[in-house]
């Protein structure tokens, strides 16, 4: 039993919003400690760190309306680092790649036909025009979408991309994420918009952060929290093996479900919230390639039969010389781990994805200077229908207990929306409603 006195507060999890939650307590003066279960900071924004570069280790660009983000990197003196990339977003449908960045490239789109296209783009004014989309937060998508736009749009454009993203749980996804997403895509930009990349990767920005945090704050990395202590209905501090430290204030980062088993004294009302906001996991493979695909740097994959539903060539959106090859990512999104992808080992899963690559583009074994798997069962929270219904609030109903990260994020998450909440649970615990 440790007692020593009590910390302001306990941070779980060292990815960006338990970074962003430090870096805030510490600039408050805070007494503040916080534990990360693996051996370093960053979580999923982390990186593969090679002699000559690091890069993430699932495939990461922002925005430059990124406020918190921006404003991090001020604060941290980082501005030489940005750099503004062209985005070029593309779908291949029937081994042909059709690009998706502007509106006079869906008139291009060839597989829906002119009335599809037509349908289409008085699909995406309707959707500019709703005010209010959280209205939507219980209409199924297919069946909305296929009213509004027939069924050839809905089948020959959308549920590819939608199968890639959500499996088999397609189908339950709201119209109300749908059509957030959409407005906020065609909100940036006729010309096609501008991505943010930081030239040495965003480790760069974890590293500077978490250079400052350690200045103000404890950090313990490889400790995992294995419950949070309530007394009397209130946090009183966190349990690591035979350990109690004492705080009173807990910030969780975790995903919801793995918050859900870490405080199972509190209230039912509160666990059957937490069960309630599902995850989706990705697998996301790095490859290093002899030879360039493709012109693009975001190439959705339209085709049931290549076992990626997104292929990115990170040179096309930076292409830093240390490099020395084409970076090239593949990903799929799992709804759990009995998916067959899932249960392939690392090495099954890259005869698969060369195969799958061989298909479109001719490559072999022989074009794969190096690669590398990186896989998490929570890698986005699923936006399904009642999403918004249930989200959670950063002051949670448990008093002292905050719960901060991707979960709250919408209709993205993102690095900037990690740093954003991070600050807003360091605001509430110092006492101050609104985030900066
Ligand atoms: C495939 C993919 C692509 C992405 N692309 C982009 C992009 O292009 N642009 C963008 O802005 N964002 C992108 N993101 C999102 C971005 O990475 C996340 O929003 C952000 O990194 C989440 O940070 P977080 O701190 O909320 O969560 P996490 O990074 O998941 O951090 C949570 C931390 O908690 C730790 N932890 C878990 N349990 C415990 C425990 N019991 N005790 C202690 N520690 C624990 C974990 O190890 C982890 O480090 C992407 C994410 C993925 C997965």
Redesign the pocket.
């Known amino acids: 039993m440790n007692r020593s006195q009590p910390y302001d507060a306990i941070i779980?999890?060292?990815?960006?919003?338990?970074?962003g939650a430090a870096y805030r307590l510490g600039r408050g003066n805070k007494r503040v400690l916080l534990?990360?279960?693996?051996q370093s900071?960053?979580?999923?924004?982390s990186c593969y760190a090679f002699d000559k570069f690091s890069i993430e280790r699932?495939?990461?660009?922002?925005f430059f309306d990124?406020e918190a983000l921006f404003q991090t990197i001020r604060e941290l003196g980082l501005e030489d680092e940005v750099t503004s990339c062209p985005a070029s977003t593309g779908y291949l449908v029937d081994g042909k790649i059709y690009g998706l960045d502007t509106p006079v490239d869906l008139l291009r789109f060839r597989p829906l036909g002119i009335w599809g296209i037509i349908r289409l783009g008085l699909l995406v004014l309707k959707i500019k025009s709703i005010r209010d989309e959280e209205a939507y937060d219980e209409v199924p998508l297919k069946p909305w979408v296929i009213k509004h736009a027939g069924e050839r749009v809905y089948e020959t454009f959308f549920a590819p991309l939608l199968r890639a993203k959500f499996g088999r749980l397609a189908e339950e996804i709201s119209a109300a994420w749908f059509i957030a997403r959409i407005k906020l895509r065609s909100n940036r930009g006729v010309k096609g918009e501008k991505l943010v990349y930081m030239r040495s990767s965003f480790q760069r920005l974890h590293d500077a952060l978490a250079r400052e945090v350690n200045k103000m704050v404890e950090v313990r990395c490889g400790?995992?929290?294995?419950g949070i202590e309530l007394e009397e209905g209130r946090v009183s501090g966190v349990r690591v093996g035979e350990e109690l430290e004492q705080a009173s204030a807990v910030i969780s980062?975790?995903?919801p479900r793995?918050l859900r088993g870490?405080v199972p004294g509190a209230s039912q009302e509160f666990l059957e919230g937490l069960h309630r906001v599902a995850y989706q996991g990705?697998i996301?493979m790095t490859l290093a390639l002899r030879k360039s695909l493709t012109s693009i740097y975001w190439l959705n994959i339209g085709d049931k039969e290549i076992p990626f539903g997104l292929l990115l060539e990170h040179n096309n959106l930076y292409d830093n010389p240390a490099y020395g090859h084409r970076l090239v990512y593949l990903?799929s999104y799992v709804q759990d781990s009995g998916e067959p992808l899932w249960q392939l080992t690392d090495k099954e899963l890259l005869e698969r994805y060369v195969d799958g690559l061989g298909k479109l583009f001719g490559v072999t074994g022989a074009d794969v200077e190096w690669w590398r798997v990186s896989r998490?069962l929570?890698?986005?929270p699923l936006y399904r229908t009642g999403f918004l219904r249930d989200r959670l609030p950063v002051k949670s109903m448990v008093p002292g207990l905050y719960t901060?990260?991707?979960f709250n994020?919408y209709p993205?998450?993102?690095?900037?929306?990690?740093l954003r909440?991070?600050f807003e649970a360091a605001n509430l615990v110092m006492g101050k409603e609104e985030a900066e």
């Open positions: 779980v999890g060292g990815g960006l919003t338990g970074l534990l990360e279960r693996s900071l960053g979580g999923l924004a699932y495939y990461h660009h922002a990124d400790v995992e929290v294995e980062t975790v995903a793995i870490l990705t996301c990903a998490t929570y890698s986005a901060a990260g991707m994020s993205e998450r993102s690095i900037n929306d990690s909440l991070g």
